[in-house]
């Protein structure tokens, strides 16, 4: 009976006792498994960090690299410059050219107006002048030849190159001897065909003494043929 009355206590002892050890059980893993973590976050805050590949790269580099590359730069900025520099003279010959075509075409055109204009005026004076051939024509000898006498050559040359012979005959017998001498003499000037220049020899070369004839003197030179019967 004392027994049964016991066993009560000594299950809710065992219970408390069990309790109590696996409180402290869970309080040791707990403890353990935050000093694992510590260690690791130590481990990882103290492992050393890993290279930079760029300054390896760079403290790989020997001075001599070093001042091959600054030389390059320098060698690609300069040639940098210099094609800007073309550049800029190339447009600016470009324009000049642009401004040189522009009064080449306007000198163009005004030589045009010229050329219309000149044999607009040639035209004009030539009907002038066969107009005047046509009234002298058509006057009396005596009295062209009187108006003959008192023209400008600029005038009466013309006229009187234009005008037929058997026309122009008689005003010249009734014109002053002086004056129907100089219209015949620059009428034949006119007539008179452009002399041209004389030819120009060629100048032989010189021979030189001890030398032989050269192509152009040999058959001068070459001796005469014995006579037959000699």
């Known amino acids: 009976m004392r027994y049964f009355r016991l066993l009560p206590a000594v299950i809710v002892v065992s219970v408390a006792l069990l309790g109590l ?6 309080r040791g893993a707990w403890a353990q ?4 973590a510590g260690n690791n976050q130590l481990s990882q805050d103290t492992a050393p960090l890993a290279a930079d590949p760029a300054s390896d790269e760079a403290s790989n580099e020997s ?3 070093v001042d091959v590359m600054s030389s390059l730069a320098k060698r690609r900025a300069t040639l940098d410059t210099r094609e800007g520099d073309i550049e ?3 447009q600016v010959l470009q324009a000049a050219e642009a401004r040189v075509d522009a009064k080449i075409a306007t000198l163009k055109q005004l030589q045009e107006q010229i050329n219309t204009l000149v044999t607009q005026r040639d035209a004009d004076q030539q009907k002038q002048v ?16 009187r108006i003959f006498n008192t023209l400008p050559d600029e005038v009466l040359v013309p006229v009187a190159q234009q005008m037929k012979s058997d026309v122009l005959a008689p005003v010249l017998a009734a014109m002053t001897a002086d004056n129907a001498q100089r219209l015949t003499q620059k009428l034949a000037d006119r ?20 030398t032989a004839p050269g192509p152009q003197t040999g058959a001068a030179a070459a001796p005469a043929a014995p006579k037959a019967g000699k």
């Open 21 to 26: 050890k696996g409180e402290g059980l869970i």
């Open 33 to 36: 498994e935050q000093k694992t």
């Open 63 to 65: 001075p001599s690299e």
């Open 88 to 90: 800029m003279r190339a």
């Open 130 to 145: 066969a107009s005047l051939v046509k009234t002298y024509s058509a006057m009396k000898s005596k009295d062209a030849a």
């Open 191 to 210: 007539l008179k065909m452009p002399v041209p220049p004389p030819a120009v020899a060629p100048t032989p070369a010189p021979v030189v003494p001890g």
